[in-house]
């Protein structure tokens, strides 16, 4: 056994390599990246390793992989769990050889996500064990023990993180990888079949395996019981609130961390909450904890004084619990508001920028990626966005609703290339089918990026380091039926391209396809590239009329009435100043 310090995800990643794991599939997400990235830097000549397209499409191999013997884990974020329920609650009832898990990052406080769902209630409702670890050593102890339960009750299991959990460190202890040996497979009559005449069968075996679940909760190790002498408080709590409870409380109240939180410990809570006056059910989001408390006949406190809504903290715990303030300090200036911004050389700014001078035009469903930025002043480059995929299919909605309305603008709907693949096919299947006017714009900037420079299909490389063929996305928009002279591919750094296939595309009756094309500044070689390339400002020249600030660059600044340059390391030459200045008082400096 050795020591070291790991984030969450990367305990994650250990725990799944100490199990004998040798199946590992996801889709990239904040705040559960990390969990592929370590597993392929890190165990790769050990664990099969691979971004799948969704994360429906993901737990699938995952579950393919468990039928065939492999103790298998698929990873995703809070909103992908949304994604692969449709697998999931069929899995439940067919059960595994090898076991399963899914791992899904839940965000409190929406860091990086749309909205705050608590995907506990998922376990519940698919009937399928649930893990909640709270530091990064119950990550890789939760993780490496979730396999084994998976397999002892014949259920995937869910081992559901947050993002603090995901991103803090501390310290974790390691041990050598298990020997699990993958089954041989063998044809099971009627357990992976969902046929009317076994899929009742199916579920009366897993109603009896949540029974024996049931029992095992109550006398978990993972559900632990903190006894403090003279304690006249209880606490009921899971994952990184149980740390927040036991800073605040201290050795002042007792404990009941929950571990395993499907199924919850009936007889345990029971038998904990007598011995108190007072019971806080301590927990993020949702009254998950709660309600399961209360339907046990237990007087407790929790949503009533604790905030549904974003992280909990030390200091929301204190003031709504005791009523005390937490000294803090407090600044004697307002700090300016500071948006997130697309970064220098971004070819998103370039599309958003053009399209932003054809508002008389078009509206403009956008969809999830870092284009999603695009949407605040000055560019103002987008109407709407909801869900990854959506921009297509609501988009065609959207076109049907405006015409109906005698509104002359088309819709346009602007989606990444990793999203197009994720969920934006089967939206661009139904504007051929509808013969929907959209124009469908796939910002490709070959990766995905918001979350890390991770591959997809249009890449010509895998995890493994293999060569594979990438998924050309103008075939396949012809294979969906898109007129091949209804479609361009641009560079959408060049504005006066830009201005004038929005032109093109807004004449045409009919689905057009525009693949702006051009690589994320950030991709390593593209920044090899662009090396001791920058632009520059002639003072002379310059009448500082701020055309150029309008690009909302982070490497031009605005000072004593002149556009300077003031980051000329991140500034990659893009030529987008260039072309804004009505004045050429900006050139490009390297080329």
């Known amino acids: 056994m050795k020591k070291t310090i790991l984030s969450g995800n990367e305990a994650v990643a250990r725990g799944a390599y100490e199990a004998g794991c040798t199946y590992a599939v996801g889709y990239p997400g904040t705040p559960s990246t990390e969990i592929i990235e370590a597993i392929s830097t ?8 691979h971004w799948a397209t969704n994360e429906k499409v993901a737990t699938e191999m995952a579950f393919g992989a468990s039928i065939g013997g492999a103790r298998a884990i698929t990873t995703m974020k809070a909103q992908g769990m949304n994604v692969a329920t449709d697998p999931i609650f069929v899995m ?25 769902q608590d995907d506990r ?43 603090r959990v995901s991103h803090s460190k501390s310290i974790v202890e390691l041990y050598d990888r298990d020997s699990f040996k993958l089954e041989k497979y063998e044809r099971i009559f009627g357990k992976f079949s969902n046929m009317p005449n076994h899929v009742n069968a199916n579920h009366r075996k897993l109603e009896e395996n949540l029974s024996l679940a049931k029992k095992f909760s109550n006398n978990c190790k993972y559900n632990i019981v903190e006894n403090n002498a003279g304690s006249r408080i209880g606490i009921i709590a899971n994952g990184i609130s149980y740390q927040y409870s036991r800073e605040v409380f201290g050795d002042t109240a007792s404990y009941l961390k929950i571990g ?33 408390v209360k339907s046990l006949g237990v007087n407790c406190i929790g949503k009533d004084r604790i905030p549904t809504c974003g992280e909990l903290n030390p200091s929301i715990i204190r003031e709504a619990l005791t009523g005390e303030l937490h000294e803090s300090y407090t600044a004697s200036f307002d700090a300016p508001n500071r948006p997130p ?28 990626g870092c284009y999603a930025m695009g949407y605040n002043p000055p560019l103002n480059g987008y109407d709407a966005i909801s869900v990854m995929g959506a921009s297509f299919s609501a988009g065609n909605g ?5 015409q109906q309305q005698g509104d002359k603008r088309k819709v346009i709907a602007a989606i990444g290339d990793s999203t197009f693949f994720h969920s934006g096919i089967t939206g661009l299947v139904d504007i051929v089918k509808t013969n929907a006017n959209v124009v469908v714009a796939v910002l490709d900037n070959r990766t995905t990026a918001m979350t890390g420079h991770q591959l997809h299909p249009g890449n010509d490389s895998n995890l493994m380091g293999d060569d594979i063929k990438a998924v050309d996305i103008v075939r396949v928009a012809i294979g969906v039926g898109i007129k091949e002279e209804n479609i361009r591919v641009i560079d959408p750094i060049n504005q006066e391209d830009m201005h004038k296939t929005l032109d093109e595309a807004y004449e045409v009756d009919d689905a057009f396809l525009i693949v702006a094309k051009h690589p994320c500044a950030l991709i390593k070689s593209v920044v090899k590239e662009n090396a001791n390339k920058y632009c520059e400002v002639d003072p002379d020249k310059c009448v500082g009329c701020k055309s150029c600030i309008k690009l909302v660059c982070p490497s031009i600044s605005f000072i004593n009435n002149k556009a300077v340059i003031t980051d000329k390391n991140a500034c990659t030459a893009c030529g987008l ?8 008082a900006i050139s490009k400096v390297g080329e």
């Open 42 to 49: 890190e165990y790769l000549n050990d664990i099969y390793c």
């Open 121 to 163: 209630y998922y376990a519940k409702h698919a009937k399928i064990l649930m893990l909640e670890p709270s530091d990064s050593q119950e990550c890789k102890d939760f993780t490496k023990e979730a396999f084994e339960i998976s397999e002892r009750f014949d259920i995937p299991i869910l081992v559901r993180t947050t993002t």
């Open 398 to 402: 959207l076109s049907r609703a405006l």
């Open 260 to 292: 395993l939180s499907y199924p919850l410990p009936d007889k345990l809570i029971v038998d904990f909450a007598k011995d108190y006056e007072t019971i806080y059910v301590v927990e993020e989001n949702d009254p998950y904890l709660e309600e399961y």
């Open 341 to 368: 911004v697309f970064c220098a050389g971004c070819p998103h700014k370039g599309f958003y920028f053009a399209l932003g001078k054809h508002r008389d035009q078009y509206v403009c469903y956008a969809d999830v």
């Open 92 to 116: 439940a009832y067919q059960g595994v050889t090898g076991g399963v898990v899914i791992l899904c990052a839940d965000d409190p406080g929406c860091h990086s996500s749309q909205n705050e």
């Open 577 to 584: 100043c260039v072309q804004q200045c009505k004045f050429n």
